[in-house]
């Protein structure tokens, strides 16, 4: 099986590839790379921040893996970032079950709109129950919502709201709603793995623990390969793609 795993940041990919023993380089196409291949059949990817830049390179690897007779399998959206407390404390593993854009729609006078609630395409993907369960079991992370942003959160009150809006959401990051968009594309099951650096709420770099959530990432995927291996790709079936809730 071969997974493609897509970071925002080398910083990042280089905490997965941590995990397994060391790789070699491999180019894409129109300077998108490049990709670290590791042993176990893993490309790790550094894809770039922000929902869009995270879309367009992890298809252009989609893409050239396809059209080289090497399809993946899995692809992963990975790294760290901002935990909703006290469910997702620092340091901790998250492993999203649905993988939600918050704020792709629009704002009315009666509250936010999704765009799944204005007719327009999906607002969240949701990963298979099987791969989550397993992973979650190995690697002692918790599972949940994980929210895809623009702007990341640096208020109380845009945390709040929030959570009002979803219940369930454990992280947040930017990367993981346009990484599934990439791989809903292309007909592949996606996951997403967040390692808790900081609180999500007023912004505080003196208690951020970035270098603690780089480790956990690395511990994460440390035991990644196992829980992968009781996967069955057939039960992909298991949960039809929908939105996490109705909205509004």
Avoid: C
Avoid at 40 to 53: E, I, K, S, W
Avoid at 97 to 126: I, K, M, Q, Y
Avoid at 163 to 170: E, N, S
Wanted: aromatic fraction near 4%; charge should be negative; hydrophobic fraction near 45%.
């Amino acid at each position: 099986m071969r997974v493609l795993v897509a970071t925002a940041v080398p910083a990042e990919r280089d905490a997965v590839a941590r995990a397994f023993p060391a790789g070699t380089e491999a180019p894409l196409p129109g300077g998108a790379g490049p990709l670290l291949r590791v042993p176990g059949g893993y490309d790790l990817l550094a894809a770039g921040v922000g929902p869009a830049r995270a879309a367009a390179t992890t298809a252009t690897a989609l893409t050239a893996a396809a059209l080289a007779g090497t399809p993946y399998a899995l692809v992963v959206s990975a790294g760290i970032g901002g935990g909703f407390q006290p469910g997702a404390p620092l340091g901790s593993l998250v492993v999203a079950d649905t993988v939600t854009a918050a704020d792709l729609g629009a704002e009315t006078p009666d509250g936010f709109l999704p765009v799944t609630a204005l007719g327009f395409g999906t607002d969240s993907h949701r990963a298979p129950d099987s791969l989550v369960r397993a992973v979650a079991a190995a690697t002692g992370a918790r599972t949940g919502t994980v929210l895809t942003v623009s702007t990341v959160t640096g208020t109380a009150a845009r945390a709040a709201e929030l959570l009002a809006r979803h219940p369930r959401a454990l992280a947040e990051g930017m990367e993981g709603f346009g990484v599934a968009e990439a791989a809903a594309a292309h007909g592949v099951p996606v996951l997403e793995i967040r390692a808790v650096s900081n609180p999500v709420g007023p912004r505080d770099r003196a208690a951020w623990r970035i270098g603690d959530a780089l480790a956990a990432l690395t511990g994460g995927f440390g035991k990644f390969a196992p829980a992968l291996e009781s996967w069955n790709p057939h039960d992909l079936a298991e949960r039809p793609e929908q939105p996490e809730r109705p909205e509004h």
